[in-house]
């Protein structure tokens, strides 16, 4: 087998490019971009999705020097597009972790922290509770899966080339960013209004009996209510976090697709 030059070089530039956007979006996708799962793990589970999906993709445009300057700013146009793609899904965990917060401050147990083994970062243990749920539930709903045809779609939206993401498509990720304050808050809401109608009927009890010591007996009864509308919120949690991850996947596509 005879190959030139230019042969080689297109051979080795059409699995390139496309590794740097998969393994970007591996690097900081939820549950792959797990800092428990080990750097190798994530470098094999590139190099396996990228072996399946550039089969099935159109050659790279012609003439583009990998050594160059143009090959250079494809490499940063790829890296850009996977790392832009990971962190619109990854903002829905955090939309999580930030309605745990919220919930775990009102209940008053904000200082009752732990690792978050995927983050590295101390997070309430009730938004590490509800962050282990998100995870079991994205996973039972193959939501691994589908962030990988989403993956192998962008490229026929956005194919190879030194044209990373539009400005449109950038405007796009930064909407859905705020969405991160309004899924936390969502979530939190029912726990939340109802342990402030806890305190209000407790600020009620302390005017009319001045007696009774607020923190023996309020900071008991707000944590017991707090898991109780906890237990009772549990079945909202689900469709409200599927549409979580429907928006953050309609995102994606329009941030791949803008012009």
């Given at each position: ?233 549990i079945s909202i ?9 429907e928006h953050a ?11």
């Amino acid at each position: 087998m005879h190959f030139t030059d230019e042969q080689l070089i297109l051979l080795i530039t059409s699995y390139f490019w496309p590794f740097a956007r998969i393994a970007a979006f591996i690097a900081v996708a939820p549950i792959f971009g797990a800092r428990i799962v080990p750097q190798k793990i994530r470098m094999l589970i590139a190099v396996s999705l990228t072996m399946v999906i550039v089969p099935v993709l159109p050659p790279p445009e012609a003439g583009l020097d990998p050594l160059g300057v143009d090959g250079m700013l494809t490499t940063i146009a790829q890296v850009m597009i996977g790392l832009a793609m990971g962190f619109a899904l990854k903002l829905v965990f955090s939309a999580i972790e930030t309605g745990g917060h919220m919930m775990a401050q009102t209940m008053g147990l904000g200082f009752a922290q732990m690792n978050d083994p995927a983050n590295g970062v101390s997070v309430p243990v009730v938004s590490q509770f509800y962050i282990i749920m998100a995870t079991l539930i994205f996973l039972a709903l193959n939501g691994h899966l589908v962030m990988i045809d989403v993956l192998a779609e962008s490229f026929r939206m956005l194919p190879v080339a030194m044209q990373g993401i539009s400005p449109d498509g950038i405007w796009v990720l930064i909407s859905w960013s705020s969405w991160i304050f309004t899924g936390a808050v969502l979530m939190a809401l029912p726990v939340v209004v109802a342990l402030l109608l806890v305190n209000v009927a407790f600020g009620v009890m302390m005017r009319a009996a001045p007696q009774l010591n607020v923190f023996a007996v309020g900071f008991p009864l707000t944590l017991t209510f707090g898991f109780i509308f906890m237990w009772a919120s549990i079945s909202i949690f689900l469709p409200q976090f599927n549409g979580l991850v429907e928006h953050a996947f309609m995102a994606i596509g329009n941030m791949v697709s803008a012009r």
